[in-house]
């Protein structure tokens, strides 16, 4: 079970968003876990990741010093040496890949390196067991997220789903993801811009940037 299965969209919306995890076992396996979960991520990391985290920080950490002023400015440059050197207790590190090439590759070292700890795919069911199969690796088990169920129309259309949902824990809410849309559409920020703000609300680093872009510039396609 992952905080991940609730990301809104159709199977094929997913063909830019997959994310690998690694977790120790607490009292199993987590004895000297520190330096696994710290290599997991080096190999993470050189295979293109979109977004990275460590359980308590992702990439696109907070800032210091910051004033409304150069809020628009701020690039989303991530750091991922911060994370992994931010790994200091075990706990779940994680990746999020743009593409299934770059999925594959990653995962095909991890399962090489058998590093000895529980190993997750999140993405659809099919991309999940494309990247695994390419491995050697037949799954085990699925975990399945039920649709939306909202049949007193509560909810936010799909296009604010898409881009709250990326976040898990809900730390992205509806009336941010709502803002930044409108500021795209009205042509007061750039879909980078307003991808650089989301992505930083998001502290475990599971917060697809790419896909958050993709659903920006489809939002404005739409418009015109």
Request: charged content about 25%; overall charge neutral; hydrophobic content about 35%.
């Amino acid at each position: 079970m992952t905080n991940t299965l609730h990301r809104y969209g159709t199977a094929d919306s997913f063909d830019d968003d997959y994310i690998i995890f690694a977790i120790p076992s607490i009292g199993n396996n987590d004895e000297g876990c520190i330096p696994k979960m710290k290599e997991f991520l080096r190999i993470c990391a050189k295979y293109g990741p979109a977004n990275m985290g460590n359980g308590n920080r992702g990439s696109f950490a907070p800032e210091k010093g910051l004033n409304p002023a150069i809020h628009w400015n701020r690039e989303a440059n991530p750091d991922w040496e911060a994370v992994i050197e931010g790994v200091k207790k075990p706990g779940t590190v994680a990746a999020v890949f743009p593409n299934e090439e770059s999925a594959k590759a990653c995962f095909e070292e991890v399962v090489k390196c058998d590093f000895g700890l529980s190993v997750n795919i999140s993405s659809s069911v099919e991309n999940a067991r494309e990247v695994a199969g390419n491995c050697g690796v037949k799954r085990h088990s699925v975990e399945y997220a039920l649709a939306f169920n909202d049949p007193h129309d509560h909810l936010p259309n799909s296009q604010i789903l898409g881009l709250s949902t990326m976040c898990g824990h809900g730390m992205v809410s509806f009336n941010l993801a709502r803002k930044m849309l409108d500021l795209v559409r009205e042509g007061r920020r750039t879909p980078d811009q307003a991808v650089a703000t989301l992505v930083r609300f998001c502290p475990c680093g599971v917060y697809n940037p790419a896909r958050a872009k993709r659903l920006l510039e489809a939002a404005i396609k739409e418009q015109r």
